[in-house]
């Protein structure tokens, strides 16, 4: 694999995940603040925000994916980073909810850098070695992600404002880093139209879903996400009730959930799918996930909830990209950012159905209507929900053949 452009992908989807963890810890104190009611009612507001996130992610990432196999992966992703600037610099100002609605609809329509990162590390990476590209990608991600929550918790201590103005300083800096260093990859003779109904995001999932050997993938994916996605929109309010964590407190959790993705898809997904193959290393990955979640669900102990979040980011960062790896390996180089897209989208849809989900959960089980109070309800629906992706996930078969 070629090393120089590898590190410029790897340096860019690093930079993008710093800005982003700097926000995430504060946003929902954010929420808070501009809201009124019951911690019931912010939690039903803080998921209400993720969800229009995460629609405008589904509607945009397949737009993304095929603008990248059409027009190159470069000012795609260019346009991203771009975009996700203006996103940060909204969150800074927003005087009202309204405005942050307005940002994190913003930033939806933008979040295509991941998706694009990851048709970077196709185009680059031969079959025998994707696995590893998607979790180098993975410990960029995860490198962001130790250093933005940390951070991001010690400034919403100062100012609750002053990690958006960080993080769009992040994403304006790596807009000029990009336009610098980063290079081309697809060339032009391998490069493809596409037709207006590739843009919308059920073509991508029809295709995949029409695909026999990709159904079990694509419901795995999809299940699992909806699992992981919900237990994001909800950590830092579910902690903040739970174990008493404030927004500096959450941001080490987070921090240590970057450092476990660092370690994991940086060195131990290599090991593990070389040992094990791509799809032993998804099944076992999210049974383990299941495992803690059956733990998270009763657990009152800051300490334990510290210590358990690692075997789930062990189980979660080895399970996504054995899958990758298993979805990649069965199209050309013409369709992986199609393919990656129409990933992107499932994930995007998960990302819709689990924030309603687990605020609806948490809100529901923590107001004065609920029978009685359980916080960790989410986690006990997500046990199930995780054994049902191992067992979809291991109907999946390598590299098979499917139609074009």
Not at 55 to 73: E, N, T, Y
Not at 145 to 159: N, S
Not at 218 to 242: C, D, H, K, P, S
Not at 304 to 310: A, D, E, P, Y
């Amino acid at each position: 694999m070629p090393s120089r452009a590898i590190l410029v992908v790897l340096a860019t989807v690093m930079i993008n995940m710093t800005g982003v963890g700097l926000v995430w810890p504060i946003l929902p104190k954010l929420v808070g603040e501009l809201s009124t009611g019951s911690f019931s009612h912010v939690a039903l507001v803080n998921g209400a925000i993720a969800v229009i996130f995460s629609i405008m992610q589904f509607v945009f990432a397949p737009v993304f994916g095929a603008l990248s196999d059409r027009f190159g992966r470069r000012p795609v992703m260019l346009i991203a980073l771009a975009g996700l600037g203006l996103d940060n610099l909204l969150l800074a100002l927003a005087p009202s909810l309204f405005w942050m609605f307005a940002g994190r609809a913003l930033g939806g329509i933008f979040g295509a850098t991941f998706s694009v990162a990851n048709a970077y590390m196709a185009d680059l990476s031969s079959d025998k070695d994707r696995a590893a590209a998607f979790g180098m990608v993975g410990a960029a991600f995860g490198v962001g992600f130790v250093l933005g929550p940390a951070i991001g918790g010690l400034l919403g201590e100062v100012d609750i404002r002053l990690p958006f103005w960080v993080a769009a300083g992040f994403s304006f800096l790596n807009l000029g880093f990009g336009w610098l260093f980063l290079e081309e990859t697809l060339p032009a003779e391998k490069r493809r139209n596409f037709s207006v109904g590739e843009l919308n995001p059920f073509a991508a999932l029809r295709w995949l879903v029409r695909q026999p050997a990709m159904l079990p993938l694509a419901l795995a994916l999809f299940i699992a996400n909806t699992m992981q996605r919900g237990l994001e929109a909800i950590w830092v309010l579910f902690t903040g009730l739970q174990y008493g964590w404030g927004a500096r407190e959450a941001g080490i959790s987070l921090a240590v959930v970057g450092l476990s993705y660092v370690f994991v898809q940086g060195f131990l997904v290599r090991k593990t799918v070389a040992r094990f193959g791509e799809l032993a290393t998804m099944t076992g990955g999210f049974l383990l996930s299941a495992v803690i979640y059956a733990l998270l669900c009763v657990n009152t102990s800051g300490l334990i909830g510290f210590i358990g979040i690692v075997p789930h980011v062990i189980g979660w960062g080895l399970a996504g990209p054995a899958l990758q790896a298993l979805a990649s390996q069965q199209v050309d180089a013409r369709q992986q950012g199609y393919l990656q897209g129409g990933l992107s989208a499932i994930s995007g849809l998960a990302a819709i159905l689990g924030p309603a989900a687990s605020s609806s959960i948490l809100a529901w089980f923590t107001s004065p209507a609920a029978p009685f109070e359980f916080p960790g309800a989410f986690f006990a629906f997500g046990v199930l929900a995780l054994c049902l992706a191992a067992w979809m996930g291991a109907q999946a078969r390598a590299k098979p053949s499917i139609s074009q």
